[in-house]
């Protein structure tokens, strides 16, 4: 699952943070998070795989001294990387960030970093708080491939038409049901706000910039498998156009390989602005009728 994917409005992770009676009130703690997905089973939690959270509680507990359950901005998939990751947890623990930052250097695996820590407000939600998530997906067109170095982050494509890529993603922009383009979640919205889906080449290499308010699962890398198959010649603008129309996943969509997958950036609001952004993500969103039904146009 793209779970970079994943629906804000679905039951929240549980926040890790009780202590004892007449311990000290728990602090949230932000991390910031980069890893290599390759050799993770994606980020959530699972008995007896090795996952990025579970990889990241383990330590951090073990620093700690204390269970710690981590709540994260986009629970990537198998394969997938991020380079600016959020999670946050909540803590007894007297937290020197420095410190502690450098001492997870030393402990964790060299396939995961924590590139950052704070103490944030109780009201900064890792997930719930964020405004919205960034992707790149990473191609190349030369024709030996991939080079060796970049090989586990970088998908190798046939040469395609960059302006009818272009024009295709620009049809995609705005709120819209995205249905053909997730794996469906019993009780998850498809509804998504895509604000950016623009394609950038730099000699052999093609990068793929998306954001939006949230993901659902699989959705960025069928975008991009979409596109690509117009950038190809074997779709046109107006097929991807269309797929906004349906309301269930389409077979007619090739989901892109994970590993030219990375999560960039999240953003988030001010720190005032956090306890109502939280209540906002929660609430179940539709497309509204001005804009053009369930399938209008970008706003």
């Known amino acids: 699952m793209n779970v970079a994917d994943r629906s804000p ?9 009780a202590g004892s009676p007449g311990a000290p009130s728990p602090v949230r703690v932000r991390l910031d998070i ?12 699972q008995p007896g795989l090795r996952t990025v959270q579970g990889v990241l509680e383990e330590s951090l507990s073990k620093v ?5 359950q981590l709540t994260v901005a986009g629970r990537t998939d198998a394969g997938v990387h991020a380079e600016g990751q959020v999670a946050h947890f909540d803590t007894s623990a007297d937290i020197d960030a420095d410190k502690l930052l450098h001492r997870m250097a030393r402990f964790l695996p060299k396939d995961v970093r924590i ?17 919205r998530r960034h992707y790149v997906y990473r191609l190349t067109t030369a024709p030996y491939g ?7 982050s970088v998908v190798p494509c046939r040469p395609v038409d960059l302006e009818a890529m272009r024009a295709a993603s620009r049809t995609l922009l705005g ?9 469906r979640r019993e009780g998850a919205t498809t509804i998504r706000e895509l604000q950016r889906f623009d394609w950038v080449r730099a000699g052999e290499q093609l990068c793929a910039y998306v954001s939006a308010d949230a993901f659902c699962w699989s959705m960025v890398r069928s975008l991009v498998g979409a596109v690509l198959a117009v950038g ?3 779709r046109t603008p107006g097929w991807v156009a269309g797929l906004l129309e349906e309301r269930q996943r389409s077979s007619s969509v090739t989901v892109a390989p994970a590993h030219g997958l990375s999560l960039i950036a999240v953003d988030y609001p001010e720190e005032g602005e956090l306890a109502a952004r939280n209540a906002q993500t929660r609430e179940m969103r539709s497309v ?3 804009a053009g039904g369930c399938c209008g146009g970008a706003e």
């Open 232 to 234: 190809e010649g074997r």
């Open 9 to 17: 409005a679905d039951t929240p992770e549980p926040a890790q943070g």
């Open 146 to 152: 991939a080079s060796p170095l970049s090989a586990r």
């Open 34 to 45: 980069s890893y290599d997905g390759t050799d993770f089973l994606g980020w959530a939690r």
């Open 288 to 290: 509204p009728v001005s």
């Open 115 to 131: 590139t950052g820590i704070s103490q944030v407000s109780t009201d900064f939600d890792a997930r719930f708080s964020a405004i």
């Open 175 to 183: 709120l819209h049901d995205f249905a053909a383009f997730c794996r």
């Open 64 to 68: 700690l001294r204390e269970p710690l």
